[in-house]
């Protein structure tokens, strides 16, 4: 019986093996980004060369994918092209930024080389924890919500290396290069997006595929936010932007983050090419220390035009802490609302017709970023 069933079966098993590859699905099987959203880089941040994904790192950003996944199984290849490049993949991450960070909320697992170091707090091996307001119980040998890997398995720059995510029902894995080494519990949130992180080294990926799992039963609230079509307005330079005269040298374009200079022109702006009819803006403030302006001047966001325009003062937030602002602009009426606050949105009047959004300097330091729109239609 052995002689003959072993022929039988063995036949079997080969034709079995093309239909479980086929389950996984090429998440880049194009030239280009099809199927991806670059959430907050430049247009050259993430680019398809020759099959390979190819990141600058600059500025510190994020790519996502357009839809959510619950349980499934993420394989992919990375290299960093530096010694001590760092990156990440997001797991069920939200579609935006968090609060004051050019960084998705998810669950990270690390993508790190070996020249960064291995410290008590981080290793260059495969660590995963939770980001941004994400929690996750750890497995094995932790600090806090941090899994560091049971074994040292990734290879040095400019070396290929292989992961291999399980995410299901809050339970993630991750594989180095073939063995399971680290990740965690009761994540939340479970269900989301799947991104890349650029964190300011030139990175390669290739072969990305998901293999998507039955069951998920994920709660409204162990989901991340839906996308709502918001795209960005600032990617770590000022293109899409002008100043004036006065402004040249007030506004600063430092990575993710835009400074207004401290000993900047107080009533400067610097607005938008574009022009928007209905709108959602998003954009995150940090005003600095000093709560008067120089010359009696309180800048902040503005809509309208050179000749008029609507300020949104900067005054309203507090100093030295990040707060996101959302104003909804509806025909000859802006809302703003400040997250977090409680507060009802207050209401103004704008003027009329397609407007720019400026960035009015108020003479003293201000942090800016995550400065998004999503237009009405």
Known sequence: ???FLL???????????????AEFVDLMPG???AGWVNVNGAPETWQVVDGVLRCTGKPISALRTERMYENFVFECEWRHLQSGGNAGIFVWAGPLPAVGAPFLRAIEVQVLDHGYGNTADYTTHGDVFPIWGSTMKPFGRHKGMRSFPSEERSKPSPEWNHYRIE????VLRLSVNGKEVSGGEDCNWRKGYLGLEAEGAPTEWRNLRILELPGGKGTPEQTATEARGHRPLYCGDLRGWRAEPAAAKAFLAKDWQLVLAADGAAGSALGTEATFADFELIVDVRPGKGAAAADGADGGIALGDEERRVVIPFGALDAERWQRVVVRRTGETATVAIEGRG????SCAVPAGRCRVWIVHPGRTVQVCNLFVREER
């Open 31 to 33: 030239k280009d980004l």
């Open 343 to 346: 507060a009802p949105a207050e």
């Open 1 to 3: 019986m052995r002689r």
């Open 167 to 170: 995410a299901r029902d809050g």
């Open 7 to 21: 022929p039988l079966l063995f036949p079997c098993a080969l034709a079995a093996a093309p239909q479980d590859a």
